[in-house]
Every structure is written in structure tokens, then in C-alpha cells.
């Protein structure tokens, strides 16, 4: 009886799933109360991707054996994987009040919490972790991802030193250098990490995130251009942005534009032009994505919040141009009504079809940045269809002051979709060995 889970064992080592659960179907039918292959189905089933059927028998184990931490420790994964955070983290800690001396429980209730935000808590897990075993694959693991979201990549470097040390080929220690080497914006050595980390791994969404995220940070025009902060995510704007607004501001405070319009509307121009400029500072980055997602050898690197996040901003754009060609090449009320609504309509559709978690922020701001693109297409397209009325339409673009919100507008963009991304790029399955 015995021989047929030390069979499956050996063939859940080197990876043959469905073999190792054909040989623990026939060690259950011999003995159907032996917990210990009910955890290993449940593992390989974790590993064929079929969690319903892993969490069934994750469970049957944990009736089976309740005192037993492994049953737990897999539970902890499952639900992990599920987004079913506050299960993970209830299994994982009961895993380790049950076996407080195993070093790979701690390891499990570190990565849960770094995946339910709780840096600090999953740095000190990690801690106790290596204090029982010092090169403990599961703790350094956490211990690196919970440092790289803390911001202190001193700390993810050694931890991911250390697994290397014990295992060149261990892809999460790539993966997470990788992520060491984005903070430092070292691109080119970071793409090599996360390359390494593919070749091993070529399912790995944690070093595709990462690759996607040098990519596109690697590039000067889709960079997001802010320090003190993970790439992809809102920080603090460069020195030269900042002046670059003031000297916009302050030329168009003083009327250089000369044209009667700019003196009397300085305030709405200044505000609408550097409001232009700040929305310039974070959309190049959604640009990068968008020019990921037409390269067919670069779509697959994107997370899908990145990939939505990319159709929704150029969306917005393509949308706003057409609005304002719309009502640009006619001076009748008919036509000009016709763009305003479908200048705030269509872009709002859009966003609303690709983000529906979006409802409750866009119509505001996203209506200011449809009436910014709508006046500015209508500038150009008027211009050339009426040669010589640039004053009439500096006025039209002028009145585009509604375009104040348009920072909320990028803001919630790049948070909602750039933080996830960046927080989901962290998230990988670490299943235990048996």
C-alpha cells in the first residue's frame, strides 16, 4: 500500500501529475482514510490548475487529520490563489500555531499577507521563519516580495541572494532580483533577471509583470517618470515637470499669447494648459501599454488591468478626436450639441465598458477630458476648414477650463489600474513539496 504513494511522490517530483494521482487512486481505494494523499491530490490537482477539485480534497484532508498543520498549510494556498484572503490568512495561522517550529509555515502565512497588504506583518513572519531555518526557500521568498513592497530593496536583494545561493535556478529569486533591479531603474539587468526567470518558468505571471514593467519603464516616451516609488505607481514629479508647468502657467498668465481671448480668459488657460501638462506627466505610460498590446510578441507580457487600462485611455483619445472633427466641420447648433454629448458620451461608454469599477469616479473628469480633446480636435480641424479664424477658435479652446479635473481623471486611472497591476505582478503560487 505504501508503494503506491512513495510511486506518487516520485512522480509528483518531477512534475507527472496525473500519474501521481492515478497511483494515490489506488492507494485510497486500499486505504481511504490516509490524510496524507489526500493533501498530495490536492496538490496536484493545485498544480494541474483545477482548484475546485484541489480545495476538495484539501478539505477532506484537514477532516480527516485536524491536528495535523499540513492540511492547513495547503488550505492557505488555495484560497490564497482564490483571492479569498481572509480564509488564507485564518489557515495559515492556525498552520502555524499547530507546528510552531516549521520554518515553511511561516513562509506560507508570509506570503499570504503580503498578498493581503500586510507588508510589516509578513516581513516579521519571514523573520521567524529564517530564525528556524536560515536559507528557508518559502520565508525568503515572502521576505523578498514583502521588502520590495515595503520600498527597501537592500533587504529584498539579500533575501533573494540567499536563494540563489542555495538554488541558481530557482525562479522566484530571479523574479524577485528582477524586481530589485526595477527599483533601482536598472532596466537592461532587470529584463535579464526576468528573462532567466521565464526561461524557468515560462507560466510565471510574477517575472512576466516584471518584464512588461521594464519594458515599458525601459522606454523614455512610456515611462511614468516618478521617483521614490515601484515603477508603475504615482510618486513624486520630477523637479523639471514641476518648473516645466510654472513657466506654461506663468506665460500664459502674462497674455503672451497676445490674442484677445488669452488676455481675457488667462486663469482658464493657464489652469486648462497645466492641467494638459500634468495629465502629459502620467498618460505616457498608458501609451507604453497600449503599444504593448498592439505588439503581438509583447501582448502576452501585460497584466490584463494594464491591457484594459491601455483601451480605456486610448479609447478616451481616439474617441475625443472624432467628437471634435465632428463638430468642427460645422458652425450649425445641431452639430455643435451633437459633439458636446457625444464628446462625454461616448469616451464615458467606453471606460465604463472596459472599467465598470470605474462608475462611481468617471462621469466628471472624465467629461473634462473629453471636452480638453473635443475643443483641441476642433481647433485644429476649424482652422484648416476656416483659414484664418484662429482667434474664433483659441476661444472655443480657451473655454476648455472645465478641463480642472482632468489630474483627478489620471489619477484614478493610474491607481486603480497601475497599483493593482503592480500588486497582482506579486502574486505567485508557492505550493509545498510533500
Given at each position: ?17 496525473r500519474?501521481?494521482l492515478?497511483?494515490l ?5 486500499s ?17 494541474l490548475?483545477d482548484?475546485?477539485q484541489a ?8 477532516e ?7 492540511g492547513?498549510h ?18 495559515a495561522r492556525?498552520?502555524v500555531e499547530l507546528?510552531p517550529d ?6 506560507g502565512?508570509a ?16 523573520r521567524?521563519?529564517l530564525?528556524l ?18 520600498g ?7 533575501a533573494?541572494t ?5 538554488n ?17 531603474r536598472d532596466?537592461?539587468t532587470?529584463?535579464?533577471?526576468f528573462?532567466?526567470?521565464l526561461?524557468l ?7 512576466r ?8 519603464e525601459a ?5 511614468s ?6 515603477p508603475g ?10 518648473a516645466l ?15 484677445r481671448?488669452g ?9 486648462a494648459?497645466g492641467a494638459?501638462l500634468?495629465?502629459?506627466?502620467v498618460?505616457?505610460?498608458c ?6 498590446l ?6 502576452s507580457l501585460l ?13 478616451i ?6 467628437c471634435?472633427?465632428?463638430f ?9 450639441i ?26 466628471l473628469?472624465?467629461?473634462?477630458v473629453?471636452f ?6 476642433f ?11 484662429l ?6 479652446y480657451?473655454?476648455?477650463g ?5 489630474p ?5 486611472i ?16 508557492h505550493?509545498?513539496?510533500?
Open positions: 500500500m505504501a508503494d503506491h504513494f512513495e510511486r506518487a511522490k516520485l512522480h509528483f517530483d518531477r512534475g507527472a501529475y500519474d501521481a492515478r497511483e487512486d489506488l492507494e485510497l481505494a486505504d481511504p482514510e490516509c490524510s496524507a494523499s489526500y493533501r498530495l491530490k490536492a496538490l496536484s490537482f493545485m498544480h490548475g482548484t475546485k480545495l476538495q480534497f484539501a478539505l477532506k484532508s484537514v480527516l487529520a485536524p491536528d495535523e498543520a499540513a492547513f495547503i488550505l492557505s494556498l488555495l484560497y490564497d490563489d482564490e483571492d479569498r484572503l481572509a480564509l488564507a490568512e485564518k489557515h492556525h498552520a507546528e516549521d520554518a515553511d509555515y511561516w513562509g502565512l506570503l499570504v499577507l503580503v498578498d493581503s497588504h500586510q507588508a510589516e506583518q509578513a516581513v516579521e513572519a519571514a521567524h521563519g530564525e531555518d536560515a536559507y528557508n526557500a518559502c520565508c525568503l521568498r515572502g521576505l523578498a516580495l514583502a521588502s520590495i513592497r515595503l527597501n530593496p537592500g533587504e529584498a536583494e539579500q533573494a540567499n536563494l540563489l545561493s542555495e541558481p535556478d530557482d525562479d522566484v529569486g530571479h523574479t524577485a532580483m528582477g524586481w530589485v533591479y526595477l527599483q533601482h532596466y537592461e532587470a529584463k535579464r533577471s528573462q532567466r526567470a526561461e518558468d515560462p507560466h510565471s505571471s510574477l517575472a509583470n516584471g518584464m512588461a514593467s521594464a519594458l515599458r522606454s523614455f516616451l512610456s515611462r517618470r516618478f521617483d521614490d516609488e515601484p505607481m504615482i510618486g513624486r514629479i520630477k523637479w523639471w515637470e514641476v508647468g510654472l513657466l506654461a502657467y506663468l506665460w500664459l498668465l502674462t497674455g503672451v499669447f497676445g490674442a481671448p488676455k481675457e480668459h488667462r486663469f482658464w488657460a493657464a489652469s494648459v494638459t500634468y495629465a502629459v506627466v498618460v505616457p505610460s501609451i507604453g501599454n497600449f503599444r504593448m498592439l505588439n503581438s510578441k509583447t501582448r497584466d490584463p488591468h494594464d491591457q484594459k487600462e491601455a483601451m480605456a485611455v486610448m479609447g483619445f481616439f474617441a475625443c478626436i472624432f471634435g472633427v465632428v468642427a466641420v460645422s458652425r450649425e447648433p445641431v452639430f455643435l451633437l459633439g458636446v454629448v457625444l464628446a462625454y458620451l461616448i469616451p464615458l461608454v467606453w471606460l465604463l465598458f472596459w472599467s465598470p469599477g470605474l462608475k462611481r469616479y468617471a462621469i473628469p472624465l467629461g473634462a473629453a480638453l480633446a473635443s475643443f483641441g480636435a481647433q485644429a480641424v476649424s482652422f484648416i476648414v476656416h483659414p484664418g479664424d482667434v474664433h477658435t483659441l476661444q472655443w480657451v473655454a476648455a472645465l478641463t480642472l479635473p482632468i483627478c481623471l489620471w489619477f484614478i493610474r491607481m486603480r489600474f497601475s497599483r493593482k497591476s503592480v500588486e497582482n505582478s506579486m502574486r505567485e503560487p505550493a509545498p513539496t510533500p
